[in-house]
């Protein structure tokens, strides 16, 4: 139980294109989804916080124009990479978990996104 | 802020040997302590956690105990296998109930030898 998918798994675009990453809970219903990004040899580092219903909670440096976060249903969180340029490449992985105080997140396989 | 540091590897160990992997952290409140390890080609599986001083948290033969006078959480298993060759991240999260999203180390790549 409680797995959580990515879609694609990893994604090659060209700079200043748009790209879409969704992130399912497969077996169980998510409130709450988070986003973050990795960077070779470095730590997970947390872009976004997602609930239900309502608009995503952004980190300190994180440009909310740049990367939309949607969680329309309890199973499904996308994140849009808008004019995605050369920077923006990296690993994105999403977790969930399934209530406001539940401490165990769920992660994702990761999308690794490669911009040209 | 709230930061995690943790042994950089590649830590590379035989089979049957012990492991230890250093994890100390930084956060302003009274945050619970994580471990995840994840294997080639799969997402970040939570291994065992702790949510207050003194806590030991365990699974898979692998032990940690949250240290709040030296602010640490080292990862320890007393005989590895080759099983366990992974990435293992600590992490933490400063909120009751986990209510934010985790701070996590860099990760270290534990490497198995038959």
């Known amino acids: 139980g409680a797995v959580v998918s990515q879609h694609p798994s990893w994604v090659i675009c060209k700079s200043g294109t748009s790209v879409k990453i969704e992130c399912r809970s497969l077996?169980?219903?998510?409130?709450?989804m988070f986003w973050y990004r990795q960077f070779p040899k470095q730590s997970l580092m947390l872009m976004a916080t997602s609930n239900e219903g309502s608009k995503a909670t952004y980190e300190q440096g994180v440009e909310k124009d740049k990367f939309l976060i949607n969680h329309a249903s309890l199973t499904l969180s996308t994140l849009t990479v808008t004019s995605a340029h050369p920077e923006d490449s990296s690993f994105y992985i999403c977790s969930a978990r399934e209530g406001p105080w539940q401490e165990t997140q769920y992660f994702g396989p990761g999308t690794r996104l490669l911009v040209l | 802020g709230n930061s995690v540091t943790q042994m950089e590897g590649p830590v590379t160990l035989s089979e049957e040997a012990f492991l230890t992997i250093n994890c100390t952290y930084t956060a302003t409140g009274y945050p619970s302590l994580f471990w995840y390890v994840q294997y080639p080609g799969e997402g970040l599986q939570l291994l065992l956690k702790?949510?207050?001083?003194?806590d030991k948290g365990s699974n898979k033969g692998f032990e940690a105990t949250y240290r709040k006078e030296t602010t640490s959480f080292h990862l320890e298993k007393g005989s590895v296998q080759v099983s366990d060759s992974a990435v293992y991240f600590c992490?933490?999260?400063?909120?009751?109930?986990?209510?934010?999203?985790?701070?996590f180390g860099k990760g270290t790549h534990l490497i198995i030898q038959p």
């Open positions: 702790a949510t207050k001083a003194d």
């Open positions: 992490a933490l999260s400063d909120s009751g109930g986990g209510a934010d999203g985790l701070t």
């Open positions: 077996d169980f219903q998510a409130t709450t």
